[in-house]
Structures are given as C-alpha cells and as structure tokens.
C-alpha cells in the first residue's frame, strides 16, 4: 500500500506556511533574518510545496509572479547563494524540531544520494564520477518518538569528497549527529540505519562517549571485547543465549513470496551480553537478534548499543521492536521526498544546493509536523498479522478458509529455491 500523500496542488494554506516562515526567520529560533530573507523563505516553500519541485524554474513559475519568469528566476538564484541563512534557517529548523525531543525519541540517521548524471560544471562534484553517474551525499537526521507513525525532520547536510575540508563520509556523518546532540540537549537515542551508514561510520559514531545509540552491524568480522577475550561480533552473536522471543509479522512485497503480498510468520528471540570496544573503555551492549520461519530458515544479527541495562524482555525486546520499525519511518520520509525530486535540482554552486535542501527539509517539517499530513499506513513489520485478503504463511482461525489458506504452490516453490538465510535480507530490508 502507498502512502496517502497530501494536495499540495492549491495555494490555500499559504498564510499559514507564511507565519511558519516567519517564525522560522524572527529571534525566536535563532538570529532574526530580516524583511528579504523572510519573503525570499517564504516564496521558496510555498513555490516547492505547490510545485513538488526544486528545480527553480517550476519554482518560479509556480510563484506566478507579475513580472517575467527570468526575473523570478533570477532572483531566486541570486538569494539561495547565501550561506548565512543557509546556516541560520539549518539552525532555526532544528531548534524549532529539539523542542519536541525527549529522552525516548529515536534520532534516525541515514543517507542518500543526489544523483546528477553526465553533470560536470557543479561546483564540487565528486570528481571520480564525473560524466557517468555523478552523486552528492545528504545524511538527514528525522525525530520519531517510539511507536510512532509519524516524523519530524530534524537536519540535512550535504558534501561530496571535494568539498574543502573534506575528511570522510564517517566524519560528515557524525558532524551532522554532533549538530543534532548539541540542539538536543544529548536528549533522545541515534537509530543508526545499516542500509545507507556504513561500518567506517559506525565505528566513528560509537567511539564518541556521549552518544546514545542503537546499530545493526552488518560487518561481522567488527571485533569487541566480551570478558577478557576479543572476538568477532558476529562469534559473539552466535554464542549468546537469546532468552526472550516473540512472533512477528513481516509483510514481503509482491513478486518475492507469490503474485500477491505475502505475511510472513517470525520467531524473533534476542539476548544480550556486555561488551566493550578496543580502543576505549566504554561499557557497550550486543544485542544478539535472531529469526527463524518455516520458508526462509534461521539468521541472526548483532545488534551494538549504548544501552546496558538490558535485564528484562520489555527492555530487549523493545529496543529490537523500535529498531526494525524505524524502517517504515525512513521509507515513508524517503517516498514523500522523492515526489519533489531532489535531484532535479539544478544550481551550479555548493552553497545553493546547500541552502536548497535545507528549504526541502523545512517543507517536509512543515507537512509532518505543523500540517501533520504524513503517517505510516500500513507497518512492514508487526506484532499482531497484518489485515486484509493476502497470502499468509499461517493459518488465522478468525478469517474464512479461502481468505487464510495459504498459496500452497507459491510456498513449495519458495521452499525448493537456493535463497540465502540472510537476516539483512529476510528482517531488515523493506
């Protein structure tokens, strides 16, 4: 099922988005930005939201101004090269978003890619992939409270390994978390996605002592100290006693269990054991997360996280619940991102671009958070069966033999294929 996105396709909740500009330009978040930077914000988020776009020419032409398109153009162009206000909306929107974060709420981080292919003229293209498949990177930082079907954006930050100062992809990463832990207080706990932030970046992220965090470690051969011995997560995680279990519920798309949407039945059971990095003494827990099906076979999966007080099922369990279902969280915040095309963009210098994500970020803000438009419709993965006339790989008393019974024909081809018992594959990926 797709998200419901809003109508955006009409001009009448302009006053409103007016006053969130104004807000976000006036001392109340941060340094007050003036009548120019005021009309210009203001002009930016209603041309993106009623056009889904960012490229400026819809922008402009959706402002339907009085005057020649070029002009508008023009001036839109002109005011996105401005790194001050890049700088203080950034910070305005984020401070605006910490208000609502509390010692609970999940700091979900994880990247994507601006894609601009056959580009060459845009200031600080990654140079290696120049005239193929040229990308910009853009780590964003969304606010869910647990058990939450909705989001607030918090940050965008976007380089590329040209950019002056340029480290590593781990360093942008983690510069972008820091901003985030500072606006907060250190309040809520970093959801780090496996999919897109990479074991280079999660070794950087965990060294820093401050942080609250949760990560999947896809490298199994990343070492830690349990007891006295150093070994591999992925021994420790085969080795550890997962006493606490519970059946879910994964909904696979169609076309990879049968013709139609398939719930799948899993016994998840997890454990934990204390652990510590190498190079520091921080006290660290693994969680040690484990599947088994009757179609797919048993994995596991470590589990790294700050947390160490982790002696009851409610405390294992939960944290491994709120993990899996940050998923739907990044992928209904990356769905309604893409209806406005981000990597239609077309700016040539760094600071507008920039400044052009950051207003994306705000009107997405804006949808979730002031409109509250956006919400989770349907749970990949669930404690309870999903709803609905689907395949199942159970049978459920309450629902009418044809409606419960599995497609036995799918099932047996499923079961005679080579499919690799990879968690990744089978209890992560949406």
């Known amino acids: 099922m797709q998200p419901n996105f809003p109508d955006i396709q009409s001009d009448d909740r302009r006053p409103q988005i007016d006053e969130f500009a104004k807000t976000l330009c006036s001392q109340v978040p941060g340094a007050n930005l003036g009548r120019v930077s005021y009309k210009f914000v203001c002009n930016m988020l209603t041309g993106i939201r009623l056009t889904k776009s960012v490229n400026l020419t819809s922008v402009a032409r959706g402002l339907n101004e009085k005057i020649r398109l070029h002009a508008t153009h023009k001036r839109l162009s002109r005011n996105l090269d401005d790194l001050i206000l890049t700088e203080n909306l950034g910070f305005g929107l984020l401070k605006i978003g910490a208000k609502n974060v509390n010692l609970h709420t999940r700091l979900i981080v994880h990247t994507y890619e601006l894609h ?74 970093f959801f780090l ?69 398939t719930d799948m039945d899993l016994f998840m059971h997890a454990g934990s054991v204390p652990i510590r990095l190498p190079e520091c ?14 179609l797919t076979g048993t994995a596991s999966s470590p589990l790294l996280t700050s947390q160490t007080k982790l002696r009851s099922r409610k405390a294992v369990m939960g944290l491994v619940e709120s993990y899996l279902s ?33 207003l994306l970020q705000t009107v997405i803000h804006y949808e979730t958070s002031i409109e509250g438009s956006l919400s989770i419709s349907e749970k990949k993965m669930s404690s309870t069966p999903h709803d609905g006339q689907i395949q199942r790989t159970y049978y459920r008393p309450e629902l009418s033999a044809e409606a419960s019974q599995v497609d036995v024909e799918s099932a047996n081809t499923i079961l005679e294929r080579d499919r690799p018992s990879s968690f990744n594959d089978t209890n992560v990926q949406h």
Request: glycine share 4%; proline share 4%.
């Open 281 to 294: 003494s921080r006290r660290l827990s693994l969680i040690a997360l484990k599947s088994s099906s009757r």
């Open 193 to 261: 996605d496996d999919e897109t932030v990479d074991t280079g970046s999660i070794k950087a992220i965990v060294s820093e002592p401050s942080l609250d965090f949760i990560a999947l470690v896809r490298d199994r051969s990343f070492k830690a100290v349990h007891g006295t011995e150093l070994q591999s997560l992925g021994k420790l995680t085969e080795a550890v006693e997962t006493k606490y279990g519970k059946m879910m519920f994964k909904l696979v798309p169609e076309g990879l269990m049968g013709t139609t949407k």
């Open 326 to 358: 940050m998923k739907d969280i990044i992928s209904l915040h990356s769905a309604f991102r893409e209806t406005f095309d981000p990597s239609g963009f077309r700016v040539l210098t760094y600071n507008r671009l920039q400044l052009l994500m950051t």
């Open 116 to 189: 601009k292919k056959y580009a060459c003229k845009i200031e600080y293209l990654p140079k290696s992939l120049v005239d193929s498949e040229s990308a910009f990177k853009v780590c964003e930082i969304l606010a869910s409270d647990p058990e939450s079907n909705t989001y607030t954006p918090l940050l965008a930050r976007v380089w590329s390994d040209r950019v002056p100062d340029y480290e590593s992809d781990a360093q942008e990463i983690k510069n972008a978390i820091m901003q985030v832990h500072t606006a907060t207080a250190g309040r809520g706990m």
